[in-house]
């Protein structure tokens, strides 16, 4: 099962614009990342979150975590073409078994 | 580059086959992490080693195991295929067991005819 929902499914924006992408999760994490996935490919890691953290930065990425409503958001300011590609919230479990928990990501789409 | 190596890249196969997926996680990463990819199920964690034991088991069939090797490779066994195991396979591998971001091979993709 998910833990993570990112919302929304899809998104189109245009050049230069700002894209904001959310995630809802169920359960108590240590940290929640996204990933980035350009079509059929790996993913790439963008950005980790710890729990006691509330806001990040990362070049023209922004992550910010409410662990009281269980959710995150991420910003991609100043969009370029070449952030088209699918983003996946994912979460690590609080507990022992560590192991990340993808959502079911949100492509986006930057239109030049 | 992640530095997370997969072979094959693509693998057709047949309806009760059995195939094996290689993974070499990035130089000095102890664990690595399987996940399978597919259109209806989304991205499943399979299962994870750390430094040759098995540290965390998600949504893997009995049909499919894995193992770490000494040298830190590890290898995907999928047998008695069925059509709904077509799908992209990644490995990611990490410097320690969680708590931290991984690094995700380029995955094979699985079809089976």
């Known amino acids: 099962s998910q833990q993570g929902e990112e919302d929304p499914q899809a998104l189109s924006i245009q050049e230069g614009e700002n894209a904001t992408m959310n995630c809802s999760y169920k359960t108590s994490i240590n940290n929640l990342q996204w990933y980035r996935q350009n079509s059929g490919r790996g993913l790439v890691h963008l950005i980790l979150?710890?729990?006691?953290?509330r806001e990040k930065h990362s070049g023209r990425l922004r992550v910010t975590l409410d662990t009281s409503k269980k959710s995150s958001s991420l910003l991609i300011t100043a969009s370029r073409a070449a952030d088209t590609a699918s983003y996946f919230c994912a979460t690590d479990a609080s507990g022992a078994n560590s192991k990340l928990t993808f959502g079911k990501g949100i492509t986006l789409s930057v239109r030049p | 580059d992640s530095g997370v190596t997969q072979t094959p890249k693509h693998l057709i196969t047949a309806t009760g086959q059995r195939v094996t997926l290689r993974c070499s996680p990035r130089?000095?990463?102890?664990?690595v992490y399987w996940y399978q990819q597919s259109l209806d199920q989304g991205l499943q964690f399979l299962i994870q080693y750390y430094n040759g034991e098995e540290r965390a088991k998600g949504n893997i069939l009995e049909r499919f195991s894995a193992q770490q090797f000494p040298d830190l490779h590890s290898e995907l066994n999928l047998s008695s295929l069925e059509l709904g195991d077509s799908a992209l396979y990644f490995c990611?591998?990490?410097?320690?067991?969680?708590?931290?971001?991984?690094?995700f091979g380029p995955g094979t993709r699985l079809t089976v005819l």
């Open positions: 130089s000095g990463d102890l664990s």
């Open positions: 990611a591998s990490s410097p320690q067991s969680g708590r931290s971001e991984q690094f």
């Open positions: 979150i710890r729990s006691n953290e």
